[in-house]
């Protein structure tokens, strides 16, 4: 079932000669539960394409439809919830808030959407990610791979559409790097969700099971992994 459709996406700065094209006519699909990971070198346009996708920034023209919405036909209210009901975001530098522990930390999406959290959905990711021990710890108390982990866990509390992984592993040693695509992978197994990564790595984007690849802001290769 399709989640996601992006149809003729530009983005572009500047005007005339000092036009750049960032985002140039993006079109591909992604259906429900797929684990797709972007790559491209530095400037290609992938990190643009992913704030786009999560309404972060807007487009010069064309598209995104989640679950058959167009997201830019919202206006700013409505643009505000489907960022923080329909999208869960994973930055490379984790954006925790540093006077809050774990379990606040992970709440917050939750409580800023006037919700109350689901105690037992929060006590199995905390158990999945294995932060049992580290529940009220403050992130400046946890390695960069258990700040991470936090993370993995806020953007997983609103059982959002799609998951956007900002290099997620950009700023871990090598060890923590694969725990955490396996947790991405565990994610995307047990609850079914659906996740695009940016990554310039070619070897995290083989986790994935499709592999779209931008070069100056043209998806020039779009692939099934085996």
Same mark, same amino acid.
């Given at each position: 079932?399709?989640?996601?459709?992006?149809?003729?996406?530009?983005?572009?700065?500047?005007?005339?000669?000092?036009?750049? %094209?960032?985002?140039?006519?993006?079109? /591909?699909?992604?259906? %429900?539960?797929? /684990?797709?990971?972007?790559?491209?070198?530095?400037?290609?346009?992938?990190?643009?394409?992913?704030?786009?996708?999560?309404?972060?920034?807007?487009?010069?023209? +064309?598209?995104?439809?989640?679950?058959?919405?167009?997201?830019?036909?919202?206006?700013?209210?409505?643009?505000?919830?489907?960022?923080?009901?329909?999208?869960?975001? !994973?930055?490379?530098?984790?954006?925790?808030?540093?006077?809050?522990?774990?379990?606040?930390?992970? #709440?917050?999406?939750?409580? &800023?959407?006037?919700?109350?959290?689901?105690?037992?959905?929060?006590?199995?990711?905390?158990?999945?990610?294995? &932060?049992? $021990?580290?529940?009220?710890?403050?992130?400046?108390?946890?390695?960069? +791979? @258990?700040?991470?982990?936090?993370?993995?866990?806020?953007?997983?509390?609103?059982?959002?559409?799609? &998951?956007?992984?900002?290099?997620?592993?950009?700023?871990?040693? $090598?060890?923590? $790097? %694969?725990?955490?695509?396996?947790?991405?992978? !565990? $994610?995307?197994?047990?609850?079914? @969700?659906? !996740?695009?990564?940016?990554?310039?790595?070619?070897? &995290? *984007?083989?986790? *994935?099971?499709?592999?779209?690849? !931008?070069?100056? +802001? %043209?998806?020039?290769?779009? #692939?099934?992994?085996?």
């Amino acid at each position: 079932m399709e989640i996601l459709r992006v149809e003729h996406l530009c983005k572009t700065y500047g005007s005339k000669d000092t036009l750049v %094209k960032a985002l140039d006519d993006i079109n /591909f699909k992604v259906d %429900k539960g797929e /684990f797709v990971a972007i790559v491209g070198a530095s400037g290609s346009g992938k990190s643009t394409l992913l704030h786009i996708l999560g309404g972060v920034d807007k487009p010069t023209s +064309g598209h995104v439809y989640v679950n058959e919405n167009d997201v830019f036909s919202y206006n700013e209210n409505n643009l505000a919830i489907f960022r923080r009901r329909q999208v869960g975001l !994973i930055y490379q530098f984790y954006n925790l808030i540093p006077i809050l522990n774990v379990k606040e930390n992970m #709440e917050l999406p939750i409580l &800023l959407d006037n919700k109350k959290p689901d105690e037992l959905y929060l006590k199995e990711l905390i158990e999945t990610l294995g &932060l049992e $021990s580290r529940v009220n710890h403050l992130p400046n108390e946890l390695s960069g +791979g @258990q700040q991470q982990r936090v993370s993995i866990g806020r953007a997983l509390m609103n059982h959002p559409a799609l &998951l956007l992984a900002d290099e997620p592993t950009g700023n871990l040693d $090598s060890k923590s $790097s %694969k725990e955490i695509m396996e947790l991405l992978k !565990i $994610s995307n197994k047990k609850y079914e @969700q659906t !996740i695009i990564m940016i990554t310039h790595d070619q070897n &995290l *984007a083989m986790h *994935a099971n499709r592999i779209i690849t !931008i070069d100056d +802001g %043209k998806i020039i290769k779009d #692939e099934k992994v085996k």
